[in-house]
Nanobody
Framework: QVQLIESGGGLVQAGGSLRLSCAVS????????MGWFRQAPGMEREFVAS????????YYTDSVKGRFTISRDKDKNTVYLQMNDLKPEDTAVYYC????????WRQGTQVTVSS
């Protein structure tokens, strides 16, 4: 069983930065890529970014390109999301999972950006 533990959220002013972490533990041998998703109040969960576990190739949704950077530490089985120049519209609960959502969704980490 795979467990995902997200951390690093918080309250920040517009223009600020946060770094999210996702620790992946358990039977991870089928993990081909990891991604970050977010869900704002009253909205559907949406894709933010993903990274191929082996090649490191990254993908981003258009709204975060140039501001967010996804990375991974293979030795620590951890995925990061560096978020810069945060905007109020980035306010959401952030989750990590494979791009296909193969693992159980956890509680995520709250990011709140004040204007």
């Amino acid at each position: 069983q795979v467990q995902l533990i997200e951390s690093g959220g918080g309250l920040v002013q517009a223009g600020g930065s946060l770094r999210l972490s996702c620790a992946v533990s358990g039977r991870t041998f089928n993990t081909y890529a990891m991604g970050w998703f977010r869900q704002a109040p009253g909205m559907e969960r949406e894709f933010v970014a993903s990274i191929s576990w082996n090649s490191g190739r990254t993908y981003y949704t258009d709204s975060v390109k140039g501001r967010f950077t996804i990375s991974r530490d293979k030795d620590k089985n951890t995925v990061y999301l560096q978020m810069n120049d945060l905007k109020p519209e980035d306010t959401a609960v952030y989750y990590c999972n494979t791009p296909s959502g193969d693992y159980s969704w956890r509680q995520g980490t709250q990011v709140t950006v004040s204007s």
